[in-house]
C-alpha cells in the first residue's frame, strides 16, 4: 500500500496563505491603507514646510541676506534664532504662546470641570439648560467673544478708544491688562475651551460609578477627603486627556490674539509671511514640534496612568450631592449669571449690533432714543455707500455672504462625512486590533493633525499645494482634504471610545453566523454605538462650520463664511460680523437639534457619547 | 467579497478626499504664454527695453497692445474672451464693480459679446502668495491684478517675472508721455491716508510732532498686519520727508522741541549708520517715537469707527481718507467730531501718506488682451474709474479722468448740503493740495524696497506699544 506524504509547505506558499489571512479581516485592510494615506497626509506637508525653511524666498529676508534670489539655505535658521531680532521674533512669541495655552487650560478646565461636577454629580437646579447654553461659546468662532469682550471693556480713559458697553452706561473703566493682551486672551480662550472640557469631563463624571464615594461616605470620610481621593483620581485621565487637547488647541489658535493684541507664534507667523517667508514657517515647525510633543506625552500618559474602570456593570447608579433646597437654586442661578456673559450675551450683542446705525454705536441704550435703530444691514438691496453701508448690500441681499454660506455647509458637509466615515472606520479597526503596533501607529497618526496647531497645518498645507504640479489654492477641494485630516481624529476618537466598550463576542456571534462584514457594520455595530458615531461626524461639522485658523491661508475672504466673517470684523464692519455669527450660531443649532431629534446623539453629550 | 468591498470602500474614499469639491478654477482660453521663470531674477524695470526674442509672450501682446487704442484693445478683447470666464484678483473689492461696466462697454461695441468672471481679493498679504503659485502654471487663472505695495511688487513680482506692466496708449497721452518714455507701473490712482483728530474735546493737532507727544497713543493700523502702513514709514527717510519732519520740528515752540531733542540725538548715529541723508535722524526719531507708543487696530474701519465717537475725546489716528463718507450720522456719532489734521489752520509737517494702486497684467496671462483692454478702461474713462471715483481720497492716476470724476463727483464739497459746508472734513482738498500744502508723503516703491532690510529691520527692532 502506497501512502503520499503532503509536501512541506513552501515558504511562499506560507508566506501568501498568512497574506491571504492578513487581507481576509477587514480591519486589516483599513489599518494598511489608512496607515498608508495617514503617513502621505501628516509626512508629506511636515517635509514641504522644512523645504520651505530652507528655500531661498525672492524678495525676502533669505534673498537679502544670501544675495541670491533661489536656491537653498540655512540662512533663515541662523537668523530667526540669533539675529538682534530673535528675541522680537521667536522668544517673546514662543513664551506669550505657551503662557496663552497654559492660561486657557486653567481657565477652560477650572470653569469646565466645575460646571460638569454641577451639571453631572449634583441635584442643582435647571441642569438641563446650563447644559445646553453652555456649550454655546464652543459653537461660536472664538475671536467673536475677542470683539464682544472688547465692545465691553473699552473705554477712553484706559483704552484710548470710544468708550465700550460698560464704560458707557456705568461709567466702568477697567485697567488695560483686562483689556487687551494676554489676561483677556487666556479669559475668551478659556471660556471658548470651557465647554469641551465640560464635555469630556462631564462624559466620565455621567458614567462614573458611585461605588467608591458611597463606601468612602459610609466609612464617614470627609467630603473634601472624597473629593480629593476618590473623585478627582477618577476623573484625571479626563482631565489629561483635555489639557493636552485644549493646550494643542489654544496654542495654534491665531484669531484671539490677533484681535487683543497679543503677540505668539501663530500671530508672529502671519505678520512674518511676508519678508520673511522661511522663518515664518520655522515658527509653523516649532509649533507641529510642540503637536508632537503633546502626542507623545499623551501616550506616556496612557501607558503610565492608572487603570480605573469607570463603566462596570454592578452598579449604573449615579448618587447625586445634595446642595440642599435653596443651595441647588442659589448655585444655579450663579451658574445662570455666569453662563450668560459668554454665551448669551454675545447673542444678544451680535442681534443688537445689526440694528445700531453705525458699527459700535450703542448711544440707543443710554438716550433711549429708538429712532437710532436702523434695519439698513439687513434690507438694503443696492450698492450704496452714503447711508453708512460700506459699499455692501444688506445681509439678506448680500450674495458675498450668501456664496459664504453655501461654501460653508459644501465643506463643512464634506469634512463631516469623510472625516466622520474614516474616523469610525479607523476606530472599529484599530479596537480590533489593538495590541498591534501598527494600529497603534494608525492611531497616533490619525489623532497627530489634531495637536498641531491649526495655523501650522494650514500654512503646512499652503505650501504642499502651491505647486507647478499641483495648485489647489482657493478651492473647496483643498479645504475639505485639510478639514477632512484635521477632523477625522473627533470621529476616531468617538469610534475607538465606544468600541472599546463594545463586547467582542457581539460580532463573532455574527461571524459564526456568517454575515457579511458590511452587514455586520451597518446592522449591529453602528446602530449600537449609533450616538458615539453620530457625535463623530457633527463635531467635525459644527467645528468646520467656525473655523478659522485652519482654513485663513488656504482661501480669500468670501470663499467661506468664517474667513468672511473675519474679514468684516477686521474691517470694523461689525453689522455684518454679528449678522454671520447670527446665521453661524442658528445653523448649527438647528442641525444639533434635528439630529438629536432624529438620532437622540447631541452635542453636549459630546465625545464617547 | 467582504475583503475587496472593504478595501474598495476605504480606497474610495481615499480618493473621494482628493476628488470631491470644486476643481480649481481653471483658465479657458488656450494657453498664451509660458510659465514665468518664479526663481530667477527677471528684468527689472518695467519700461527698460527688452530685445524682442526675450520678450515672453504676454510681454509681445502688451508691446503691441501699447500701440493701440482702447477700441481697439475693446475688439481684441471681444476676439478673444468672448463666452469665457476671467479671473481678477486685487487689494480693492472694487475691481467686482468695475468688471460689469467693462463687459457693458464691450457690448456696445458687439452686443453679442459677454463673459462671466470672479474677483477675489485675498487679504493678510496672501495676494503675493497666490499670484506667485498662480504663477507656476503654465497658463495662470489670473488675468490681471490690482495691487497695492510698491516694495513687495517690485521685489516678489516684477523683479521674479510674475508680473507685466501694459502703459495705456491713452493714458500716457493723458499723462504727456509714451509707454516706450514712461518708466514705472501703471497706477489706477493714489489713495490717501490722512491724520484725523476727535475735537470734542480741547486738544488740538497743529504740528504732525504732536501726534508722536508724551503721553499720546494715536491708532494706527498695526504695520505687520498692512505692509503699506510700513511703506509710510519707509518713506519718511527719504530726504524730502526728513526734511519736511525737520522743518515741522524747527516749527515747534522751544519747550516741546526740548523733549524731542534727546531722540534726534540719539538717532543721529543710526541715521548715519543706516546710510540716511542730512535730516535722517529726525525721520528715525518720528518714527520710533510713533512705533513705540500706538495702538494697533485691525484695519482703517475700527480707527474710523473710533474716532468719529463723541466718545474718543482726544484720541487721533491715521485713516484711510474715504472711510468718512460711509459713516452714518447719530446721537453720538458724526463726521463733525473729527477734524483733518492737514485742515487745520497752521497745521505744520506731513499731512498723511499716498500709496498707489497698481494695474499689472499677469505674464501668463489666460486672457491678456482683455486684461489690457480692461486696464485701459479703467484708466482712461470715468466710467471704468467710477468704482473708485465715486469715493473721496482717491485720485485717479489720469489727469483728464480725474477731473471728469471731480466735475461729476464735486468730492472738493463733499461735505456741503443745500450749498453750505456742513461737514468741513468731507470737503477734499483735491490731489494737487494733498501732495502740495497738504504735504502727502507718497510711496516711491523703488525707494521702498532698496530700504526694506536697512531701515525697515531697523524699525522691526523698535519695541512696539504693548497695552498688557
Known amino acids: 500500500m502506497k501512502t503520499t506524504a503532503n509536501p512541506p509547505a513552501s515558504r511562499l506558499t506560507i508566506g501568501l496563505n498568512k497574506t491571504k489571512t492578513f487581507f481576509s479581516k477587514p480591519y486589516n485592510v483599513i489599518l494598511l491603507l489608512m496607515g498608508i494615506v495617514f503617513t502621505v497626509t501628516t509626512v508629506a506637508p511636515i517635509l514641504a514646510i522644512i523645504q520651505d525653511t530652507l528655500k531661498i524666498h525672492p524678495g525676502t529676508i533669505d534673498a537679502h541676506l544670501t544675495g541670491q534670489v533661489s536656491g537653498y539655505t540655512l540662512v533663515n535658521y541662523i537668523d530667526l534664532f540669533t539675529s538682534r531680532m530673535a528675541k522680537t521674533n521667536l522668544w517673546t512669541p514662543l513664551l506669550n504662546t505657551l503662557l496663552l495655552a497654559v492660561g486657557t487650560c486653567i481657565v477652560s478646565i477650572l470653569f469646565g470641570g466645575i460646571v460638569a461636577f454641577l451639571v453631572t454629580r449634583t441635584n442643582m437646579a435647571w441642569r438641563k439648560y446650563i447644559s445646553s447654553i453652555f456649550i454655546f461659546p464652543y459653537i461660536m468662532p472664538q475671536w ?91 476623573v484625571k485621565p479626563a482631565i489629561l486627556s483635555t489639557i493636552l487637547l485644549v493646550f ?129 444691514w439687513w434690507v438694503t438691496s443696492e450698492n450704496v455707500t452714503e447711508n453708512g453701508m460700506y459699499g455692501q448690500k444688506g445681509i439678506l441681499h448680500n450674495e458675498t455672504i450668501w456664496h459664504a454660506f453655501r461654501g460653508t455647509i459644501y465643506v463643512s458637509v464634506c469634512c463631516a462625512l469623510l472625516a466622520g466615515t474614516i474616523g469610525t ?93 458590511i452587514k455586520r457594520m451597518t446592522r449591529i455595530i453602528i446602530p449600537i454605538q449609533k450616538s458615539s458615531i453620530i457625535s463623530g461626524y457633527l463635531l467635525p461639522f459644527m467645528t468646520c462650520l467656525r473655523e478659522l485658523s485652519l482654513f485663513m491661508l488656504l482661501c480669500v475672504q468670501g470663499f467661506i463664511l468664517s474667513t468672511t466673517l473675519d474679514y468684516f470684523d477686521e474691517m470694523g464692519l461689525y453689522a455684518f460680523s454679528s449678522g454671520i455669527n447670527l446665521i453661524l450660531i442658528i445653523t448649527i443649532l438647528v442641525c444639533n437639534t434635528l439630529v438629536n431629534k432624529v438620532t437622540g446623539a447631541s452635542l453636549d453629550k459630546g465625545i464617547g457619547g | 467579497m467582504k475583503r475587496i468591498v472593504a478595501m474598495l470602500l476605504v480606497l474610495c474614499m481615499a480618493l473621494g478626499l482628493a476628488a470631491c469639491g470644486q476643481k480649481a478654477p481653471e483658465a479657458t482660453a488656450a494657453p498664451a504664454a509660458p510659465a514665468a521663470p518664479a526663481d530667477t531674477a527677471a528684468p527689472a524695470a518695467p519700461a527698460e527695453p527688452v530685445a524682442e526674442e526675450n520678450l515672453t509672450e504676454t510681454q509681445k501682446i502688451i508691446k503691441e497692445a501699447q500701440t493701440m487704442t482702447l477700441e481697439e484693445l475693446a475688439k481684441k478683447a471681444i476676439e478673444e474672451s468672448n463666452g469665457k470666464m476671467f479671473y481678477g484678483v486685487g487689494n480693492s473689492s472694487r475691481g467686482k464693480s468695475a468688471l460689469p461696466l467693462f463687459i457693458a462697454y464691450l457690448q456696445t461695441i458687439d452686443p453679442s459679446y459677454n463673459m462671466e468672471f470672479e474677483w477675489q481679493q485675498p487679504k493678510n498679504n496672501k495676494i503675493f ?90 491708532l494706527y493700523m498695526d504695520i505687520d498686519s498692512e505692509i503699506v502702513g510700513k511703506n509710510f514709514l519707509y518713506m519718511l527717510t527719504e530726504d524730502t520727508y526728513a526734511g519736511w519732519l525737520k522743518e515741522a520740528y524747527n516749527a515747534l515752540p522751544a519747550e516741546e522741541q526740548a523733549y524731542f531733542q534727546p531722540t534726534i540725538k540719539a538717532m543721529e548715529s543710526e541715521a548715519a549708520d543706516l546710510g540716511l541723508g542730512p535730516d535722517g535722524a529726525y525721520a528715525l526719531a518720528w518714527i ?176 512696539k506699544y504693548s497695552a498688557g
Request: proline fraction near 3%.
Open chain 1, 248 to 376: 494643542g488647541s489654544a496654542m495654534g489658535s491665531y484669531p484671539v490674539p490677533h484681535y487683543l493684541g497679543l503677540s505668539t507664534l501663530s500671530t508672529k507667523y502671519v505678520s512674518m509671511n511676508s519678508k520673511y517667508t522661511g522663518e515664518a514657517s520655522i515658527l509653523a515647525i516649532i509649533m507641529m514640534i510642540f503637536g508632537v510633543a503633546i502626542m507623545m506625552l499623551n501616550q506616556l500618559s496612557l501607558t503610565s496612568r492608572k487603570n480605573y474602570t469607570t463603566v462596570t456593570g454592578k452598579s449604573g447608579q449615579i448618587s447625586k450631592i445634595n446642595l440642599g433646597k435653596s443651595g441647588k437654586y442659589i448655585i444655579a442661578l450663579i451658574l445662570v449669571i455666569l453662563t450668560f456673559f459668554p454665551s448669551l450675551f454675545p447673542i444678544v450683542s451680535f442681534a443688537v449690533e445689526t440694528f445700531v446705525p453705525h458699527p459700535g454705536d450703542d448711544s440707543f441704550l443710554y438716550t433711549g432714543d429708538t429712532s437710532n435703530l436702523t434695519t439698513k
Open chain 2, 129 to 218: 502668495d497666490q499670484l506667485t503659485a498662480d504663477s507656476l502654471k503654465d497658463t495662470g487663472t489670473f488675468a490681471m491684478t490690482l495691487i497695492q505695495d510698491g516694495n513687495q511688487i517690485e521685489s516678489k513680482m516684477v523683479q521674479t517675472g510674475i508680473l507685466d506692466t501694459f502703459i495705456p496708449k491713452d493714458w500716457a497721452e493723458a499723462n504727456g508721455t509714451t509707454a516706450e518714455e514712461y518708466k514705472g507701473f501703471l497706477a489706477l490712482q493714489t489713495l490717501n491716508k490722512v491724520f484725523m483728530y476727535n475735537n470734542t474735546g480741547s486738544k488740538t493737532y497743529d504740528n504732525c510732532w504732536d501726534f508722536v507727544a508724551e503721553g499720546e497713543h494715536g
Open chain 2, 288 to 463: 520710533k517715537l510713533l512705533v513705540e507708543i500706538y495702538k494697533a487696530q485691525t484695519d482703517y474701519g475700527p480707527n474710523c469707527n473710533t474716532l468719529v465717537d463723541k466718545s474718543a475725546t482726544d484720541q487721533f489716528g491715521l485713516l484711510v481718507y474715504s472711510k468718512l463718507r460711509s459713516v452714518e450720522e447719530s446721537n453720538s456719532v458724526s463726521v463733525n467730531n473729527v477734524n483733518v489734521a492737514a485742515y487745520t489752520d497752521g497745521y505744520q509737517g506731513i499731512g498723511g501718506y499716498g500709496y498707489c494702486h497698481y494695474l499689472f497684467v499677469t505674464d501668463n496671462s489666460p486672457l491678456p488682451w482683455t486684461a489690457c483692454a480692461f486696464i485701459a478702461y479703467m484708466t482712461c474713462t470715468e466710467d471704468g474709474f467710477s468704482a473708485w471715483g465715486k469715493d473721496m481720497g482717491g485720485y485717479s492716476s489720469n489727469p483728464k479722468v480725474a477731473e471728469a470724476t471731480e466735475n461729476t463727483r464735486h468730492h472738493q464739497t463733499g461735505g456741503y448740503v443745500d450749498g453750505v459746508s456742513v461737514y468741513e472734513a468731507k470737503n477734499d482738498r483735491g490731489y494737487d493740495w494733498w501732495t502740495t500744502d497738504g504735504k502727502l508723503v507718497l510711496e516711491d516703491p523703488e525707494y521702498c524696497a532698496s530700504v526694506a532690510f536697512t531701515v525697515g529691520s531697523w524699525i522691526e527692532m523698535l519695541t
Open chain 1, 144 to 234: 467673536t467673544l475677542a470683539v464682544v469682550w472688547q465692545n465691553l471693556f473699552n473705554s477712553n480713559a484706559v483704552t484710548g478708544t470710544s468708550n465700550g458697553l460698560l464704560a458707557a452706561l456705568f461709567g466702568i473703566e477697567r485697567t488695560m491688562i483686562w483689556c487687551k493682551s494676554l489676561v483677556p486672551s487666556q479669559g475668551v480662550q478659556g471660556l471658548h475651551y470651557a465647554p469641551f472640557a465640560y464635555i469630556l469631563i462631564g462624559g466620565i463624571f455621567r458614567n462614573m460609578d458611585a461605588n467608591l464615594e458611597e463606601a468612602a461616605t459610609i466609612l464617614d470620610t470627609p467630603k473634601w477627603k472624597i473629593m480629593t481621593r476618590i473623585t478627582l483620581p477618577m
Open chain 1, 425 to 517: 472606520l479607523v476606530g472599529y479597526a484599530v479596537s480590533k486590533n489593538r495590541r498591534s503596533k501598527w494600529a497603534n501607529y494608525v492611531n497616533s497618526m490619525a489623532f497627530l493633525p489634531y495637536l498641531m496647531p491649526s495655523l501650522a497645518v494650514g500654512a503646512a498645507f499652503f505650501i504642499l499645494f502651491s505647486t507647478e504640479k499641483l495648485n489647489l489654492f482657493n478651492t473647496y477641494t483643498l479645504l475639505i482634504i485639510v478639514g477632512t485630516i484635521k477632523y477625522i481624529p473627533f470621529a476616531s476618537r468617538s469610534s475607538l471610545n465606544s468600541m472599546l466598550q463594545l463586547s467582542g463576542e457581539i460580532e463573532e456571534a455574527a461571524i459564526i453566523q456568517d454575515i457579511p462584514w
